[in-house]
């Protein structure tokens, strides 16, 4: 970590009505003016509640209170002659939507609350206006409700998520009005800092390192046999569960290769994509939370950063060898997480398109669960979900380790992969997590034929149950047309 130059402090209110942009910021602001009209870095965040209803307008006063509290979510964006700034206005209201849906039947209240959840995400925010943030309410039935929340990632990651459904529960509960509490930093303060921290000398010694580390890697993932489709990427998801005896042989197998979780999940994503793609060197990303300094932790905003994992396979590389490889890997780039990475964009892959993620179009994310309120008011919360676009990316793997067992959410671009391709890939995975014990020894080649065999299997079984579909619907068609 570099030494800091000066404290991170609380800006005077009139220092801090107009500041810098932080890096993460400026880089979705690039994104947004290349794009305006597109909702890529929208993130819903979707609760299911059950008890008794909501009040709407104590739940609007709450989302306002929310808003005057962290600062961040009445900022507004702009390009000046000084560089793109933040500037905050005095206050803001956030929107909340409310819908009934008690009197529908439960096939037209799931389409309703389908294409309200399109509706809402797919909704771009104007970023020169503002609020960055919004709600819907939507009553399912007496005892039953869910509460929508959408906001910018220009405002907003995963630890801001935490903080947000405390502060909304608090605040429902309360009923205080919410204000900025003196003293207490915001995120204008910290972009406002961040230059102390990334300094001059930090970037460019952090580039060197990178460049040289990079150097000779393919800056694009090709899938064989695939040719994109034109235009904007088509986000779809894939969800499925990872079950609690899965998880403990993965843990147990980790413990015994002496390996975090994480890197042994990380590494089986890279073997995963390297028989996917056919490609033995690659990229792939990961998010690292960005927040190093324990003064951040309880700042409301965006912090996250984007880190760059280099992934070598060869074929007489064994399973448990790459395991370790991995390990080298994720401990090299971390300890080179300083570097914002549009910054590193710039340096190495200067010509952006506004379809394509740069450097590395896969990205493996996990994360322990920490939305941590049990409910709001007397409402007890049943579910969480948080939906994120694409933003430029082919494959994106989302675990969410919940408990004992892990979410995971598998998101594509619908210009490269069909549903059932996805959902064959998606079980091809967790086939390879099944037998990750019996398999370290065994060579990558040989790994790959393997793989090929349940793909095949997993293919057939795949053709077999749409061909029992395809009879079933055509025999129900006959007794129809008989019984006329």
């Known amino acids: 970590m570099p030494p800091l130059t000066s404290p991170l402090r609380p800006l005077s209110e009139t220092d801090a009505h107009c500041v810098r942009q932080s890096f993460a910021q400026s880089r979705l602001w690039f994104l947004h003016q290349m794009e305006p009209h597109r909702a890529q870095h929208n993130i819903l965040v979707r609760m299911v509640l059950?008890?008794?209803?909501?009040?709407?307008?104590?739940?609007?006063?709450?989302?306002?209170?929310?808003?005057?509290?962290?600062?961040?979510?009445?900022?507004?964006?702009?390009?000046?002659?000084?560089?793109?700034?933040?500037?905050?206005?005095?206050?803001?209201?956030?929107?909340?939507?409310c819908h009934h849906l008690a009197d529908l039947r439960t096939d037209e209240r799931n389409q309703v609350i389908e294409r309200l959840l399109h509706?809402?995400?797919?909704?771009?925010?104007?970023?020169?206006?503002?609020?960055?943030?919004?709600?819907?309410?939507?009553?399912?039935?007496a005892l039953s409700q869910e509460l929508i929340i959408v906001i910018h990632h220009i405002a907003f990651d995963g630890r801001s998520g935490e903080i947000l459904l405390l502060d909304l529960a608090h605040y429902y509960a309360s009923e205080e009005p919410g204000a900025p509490q003196p003293g207490r930093l915001?995120?204008?303060?910290?972009?406002?800092?961040?230059?102390?921290?990334?300094?001059?000398?930090?970037?460019?010694?952090?580039?060197?390192f990178w460049r040289e580390h990079l150097a000779g890697m393919p800056?694009?993932?090709?899938?064989?046999?695939?040719?994109?489709?034109?235009?904007?990427?088509?986000?779809?998801?894939?969800?499925?569960?990872?079950?609690?005896?899965?998880?403990?042989g993965l843990k147990q197998a980790s413990r015994r290769l002496r390996l975090p979780l994480f890197v042994t999940l990380t590494g089986l994503f890279q073997a995963w994509?390297?028989?996917l793609s056919g490609q033995h060197r690659f990229l792939i990303g990961t998010d690292v939370h960005g927040r190093d300094l324990p003064a951040l932790q309880d700042i409301f905003g965006f912090f996250v950063n984007q880190l760059t994992l280099k992934c070598e396979l060869e074929d007489d590389l064994s399973l448990g060898d790459l395991l370790a490889r991995t390990r080298q890997a994720i401990r090299l780039a971390h300890a080179h997480r300083q570097l914002p990475f549009d910054l590193l964009v710039s340096q190495l892959a200067p010509q952006r398109m506004a379809d394509r993620s740069p450097l590395f179009q896969a990205k493996f994310n996990y994360q322990r669960d920490r939305f941590s309120i049990d409910g709001?008011?007397?409402?007890?919360?049943?579910?969480?979900?948080?939906?994120?676009?694409?933003?430029?990316?082919?494959?994106?793997?989302?675990?969410?380790?919940?408990?004992?067992?892990?979410?995971?959410t598998l998101e594509y671009d619908r210009r490269l992969f069909s549903s059932d391709e996805i959902e064959?890939?998606?079980?091809?995975?967790?086939?390879?997590?099944?037998?990750?014990?019996?398999?370290?020894?065994?060579?990558l080649g040989h790994l790959r034929t393997l793989m090929q065999g349940w793909d095949d299997a997993l293919l057939q079984k795949q053709q077999d149950t749409h061909h029992d579909q395809g009879r079933a619907r055509l025999a129900n068609t006959r007794r129809r047309a008989i019984s006329l």
């Open 424 to 443: 064959r890939f998606a079980n091809l995975w967790q086939a390879l997590l099944r037998q990750v014990d019996t398999l370290l020894e065994q060579p």
């Open 119 to 141: 509706d809402q995400q797919n909704t771009p925010f104007d970023l020169e206006a503002g609020p960055m943030m919004r709600a819907a309410l939507v009553d399912i039935d």
């Open 376 to 408: 709001l008011g007397a409402a007890r919360l049943i579910s969480t979900q948080v939906i994120q676009d694409l933003a430029g990316f082919d494959l994106v793997l989302d675990l969410m380790h919940r408990n004992a067992s892990i979410e995971a």
């Open 219 to 248: 800056l694009q993932l090709s899938f064989e046999r695939r040719i994109r489709n034109e235009g904007s990427a088509q986000g779809e998801r894939h969800t499925f569960v990872i079950p609690e005896p899965l998880v403990e």
């Open 273 to 275: 994509l390297h028989y």
């Open 50 to 97: 059950q008890g008794p209803r909501l009040e709407p307008q104590r739940l609007k006063k709450a989302l306002d209170a929310l808003c005057l509290r962290h600062s961040v979510l009445r900022a507004c964006y702009r390009t000046s002659e000084a560089g793109p700034e933040q500037w905050l206005t005095e206050s803001q209201s956030i929107p909340l939507d």
């Open 186 to 208: 915001q995120y204008a303060d910290f972009s406002a800092w961040e230059p102390t921290y990334v300094t001059s000398q930090l970037i460019e010694s952090e580039v060197t």
